[in-house]
């Protein structure tokens, strides 16, 4: 029932930004951490960013300084706001969370992803 569904991609010109959504539903509890990953062709998966329940970030060193994460509680959604991006930033940016529904039961969900391409 719960589901994870990303949009916000596209194409950008380097030095240009996009804002990412993941929208979670469905019978929630809470959501204890939420993170976004991204995955470039020919290379593997990377963690990118997450935000914890208590608000708490941490990013990869690429994306310090230009990428944020956050959140709507209300709206059960997370966003990550990316800035002055370059073409190394191209990929399909996948959410994930772990989450708590109503029935008490703790698993991890992913998205089905959203394509971000920086080219001039």
């Known amino acids: 029932q719960v589901q994870l569904v990303e949009s916000g991609g596209g194409l950008v010109q380097p030095g240009g930004s996009l804002r990412l959504s993941c929208a979670a539903s469905?019978?929630?509890?809470?959501?204890?951490?939420m993170g976004w990953h991204r995955q470039a062709p020919g290379k593997e998966r990377e963690l990118v960013a997450t935000?914890?329940?208590?608000?708490?970030?941490n990013y990869a060193e690429s994306v310090k300084g230009r990428f944020t994460i956050s959140r709507d509680n209300a709206k059960k959604t997370r966003y990550l706001q990316m800035n002055s991006l370059v073409p190394e930033d191209t990929a399909v940016y996948y959410c994930n969370a772990v989450i708590v529904s109503s029935l008490g039961f703790v698993n991890n969900y992913w998205g089905q992803g959203t394509q971000v391409t920086v080219a001039s």
């Open positions: 935000i914890t329940s208590d608000g708490s970030t």
């Open positions: 469905g019978s929630i509890l809470s959501i204890n951490v």
